[in-house]
C-alpha cells in the first residue's frame, strides 16, 4: 500500500517570501501521479500542481513549483512570492495509473502568509 | 478548467430522516466519481468509488446501506445518507475525475448537521 507523508503539521512566513512545504511518499509503483491540492477557509479543494513520474522536468505553475526526486520519493512544493491568499491547509496526494485511480493523501500542511 | 458543482453546500436535518448529496461534473463528462469525509482538521477520507452504470466500490469500514450512492449518468452522482445520527454530522467532498488528465477535480463540499 502507498502512504504519503507531511512532516511539516504547520508553517508560517511574511508575504512575498519564499517557502517549501515537504512530502514524502512510499510505494513500489513506477508509473504513478503526485499532485499538491489546497484547501482555504473555504474548504474547496483545488489543484495546485500535477507531476506524472515518467517525465523528470519538475512541473511549474506560475509561482508554483515542484522538486521531484523519484528516487529519494520526495514531491516538495515550492511557493514563490507567497501571497495573503495562499493561506490555506495543503495536501500532497498520490495516485498510481490504471485500476481504480484512488487519491491518497497526506495528512496536510497548515500555511499561514502574514502580512 | 474542470468545474465540479455540489448541492447543498449546508444542511441541517433531523435524525433518522435521509439526506440526498449530488455531485455534478459541470463541464466535462466523468466515468468516475469519488466521494470523501473529512473530519475537522484532517485530511480527507475515501468513503467509496462511484462508477457511472455500475455499483460503487466502497472502502473498508464504509456501510453501504448507510451511504447509498447512485451514479446514473456521466455528470451526476449522488450520495444519500439514509437514517441519519449525529454522529453522520461531517463535511462531504465529491471529486470527479477527468479521464484525459487522470486527475480529480473537486466539489465545494457539503457540512451535514444532524440534530
Known amino acids: 500500500a502507498q502512504t504519503v507523508t507531511q512532516s511539516q503539521p504547520e508553517m508560517s512566513v511574511q508575504e512575498a517570501e519564499t517557502v517549501t512545504l515537504s512530502c514524502t511518499y512510499d510505494?513500489?509503483?513506477?508509473?504513478?501521479?503526485l499532485f499538491w491540492y489546497k484547501q482555504p477557509p473555504s474548504r474547496q479543494m483545488i489543484l495546485v500542481i500535477r507531476?506524472?513520474?515518467?517525465?523528470?522536468q519538475n512541473a511549474t505553475e506560475n509561482r508554483f513549483s515542484v522538486n521531484f526526486q523519484k528516487a529519494a520519493k520526495s514531491f516538495s512544493l515550492k511557493i514563490s512570492d507567497s501571497q495573503l491568499g495562499d493561506t490555506a491547509m495543503y495536501f500532497c496526494?498520490?495516485?498510481?495509473?490504471?485500476?481504480?485511480?484512488?487519491?491518497?493523501f497526506g495528512q496536510g500542511t497548515r500555511l499561514t502568509i502574514n502580512p | 478548467g474542470a468545474v465540479v458543482s455540489q448541492h447543498p453546500s449546508w444542511v441541517i436535518c433531523k435524525s433518522g430522516t435521509s439526506v440526498k448529496i449530488e455531485c455534478r461534473s459541470l463541464d466535462f463528462q466523468a466515468t468516475t466519481m469519488f466521494w470523501y469525509r473529512q473530519f475537522p482538521k484532517q485530511s480527507l477520507m475515501l468513503m467509496a468509488t462511484s462508477n457511472e452504470g455500475s455499483k460503487a466500490t466502497y472502502e473498508q469500514g464504509v456501510e453501504k446501506d448507510k451511504f447509498l450512492i447512485n451514479h446514473a449518468s456521466l455528470t451526476l452522482s449522488t450520495l444519500t445518507v439514509t437514517s441519519a445520527h449525529p454522529e453522520d454530522s461531517s463535511f462531504y467532498i465529491c471529486?470527479?475525475?477527468?479521464?484525459?488528465?487522470?486527475?480529480?477535480?473537486f466539489g465545494p463540499g457539503t457540512r451535514l448537521l444532524v440534530l
Open positions: 496526494a498520490f495516485m498510481k495509473r490504471g485500476g481504480a485511480q484512488k487519491l491518497v
Open positions: 471529486s470527479a475525475r477527468r479521464t484525459e488528465l487522470e486527475t480529480q477535480y
Open positions: 510505494t513500489s509503483e513506477s508509473n504513478y501521479y
Open positions: 507531476q506524472e513520474a515518467y517525465k523528470q
